[in-house]
């Protein structure tokens, strides 16, 4: 977890609210992934992204190279949010993610 | 969006055994990946696999594992002897190839060694 920093540990959130993970690298990411583990242990594809902004539903991601971090919004948190995010960061040579230690949401009503 | 099968989801086996964990990568994709994840912990990248053969691993691929996949059939992970270090949830991945290299993960091997 020492290259990739995953910030919070763990985050409580209430039904209908926002809130961001944070990534920071220390080594060179050229591109960053995010997953929703879920309870049952199987790894859901967020977004990939390279240098930017993308947004999918409730869920905005963006990536800063230069500053080497990555951050995950959520908005208007719903049950099914409830799971371990990870961050990963990748490059162009299609070696191995080296992964975030992820952090655990929980999402009650 | 993208599968990836993995079989079997389950595996319990005596230290010492041979044990072979079997992959169903995204049908077009080029690139393979075993990661290693211990109790919901840190997920690790143990090797990638490009055009039959080992581009890079980590030294977490000990000398006891390896990797093939045979005539486009199942990309596998073989680890023998099995020691118990080795118990964990093993996770194989692909990807399209170079410039396209979003990795999609199957569901895991929940290997367990006794």
């Known amino acids: 977890g020492d290259k990739v920093k995953q910030s919070p540990s763990a985050l409580s959130l209430q039904e209908g609210t926002n809130s961001a993970l944070r990534c920071n690298f220390s080594i060179a990411a050229t591109t960053v992934q995010w997953f929703l583990q879920n309870p049952r242990g199987s790894l859901i594809n967020l977004f990939y992204?390279?240098?930017g902004t993308k947004e999918n539903g409730r869920l905005k991601s963006a990536f800063d190279s230069k500053e080497s971090y990555s951050t995950l919004h959520i908005r208007d948190a719903q049950l099914e949010d409830s799971g371990t995010y990870f961050c990963a960061a990748g490059n162009n040579y299609a070696q191995g993610l080296t992964f975030g230690l992820g952090t655990r949401v929980s999402v009650f009503p | 969006g993208p599968k990836v099968l993995q079989i079997p989801s389950h595996q319990i086996i005596d230290m010492g055994q041979m044990v072979t964990l079997n992959c169903d990568p995204v049908?077009?994709?080029?690139?393979f990946y075993w990661y290693k994840q211990i109790l919901g912990q840190q997920m690790e990248f143990l090797v990638n696999?490009?055009?039959?053969?080992?581009?890079?691993k980590s030294k977490l691929f000990k000398d006891q594992f390896s990797v093939e996949r045979p005539d486009g059939s199942y990309f596998t992970l073989k680890i023998q002897p099995t020691a118990l270090e080795d118990s964990a949830v093993y996770f194989c991945?692909?990807?399209?190839?170079?410039?396209?290299?979003?990795?999609?993960f199957g569901p895991g091997t929940r290997l367990t060694v006794l």
């Open positions: 991945a692909s990807s399209l190839g170079l410039g396209a290299l979003e990795q999609y």
């Open positions: 992204l390279v240098p």
């Open positions: 049908s077009n994709h080029l690139y």
């Open positions: 696999f490009y055009n039959g053969k080992v581009m890079e």
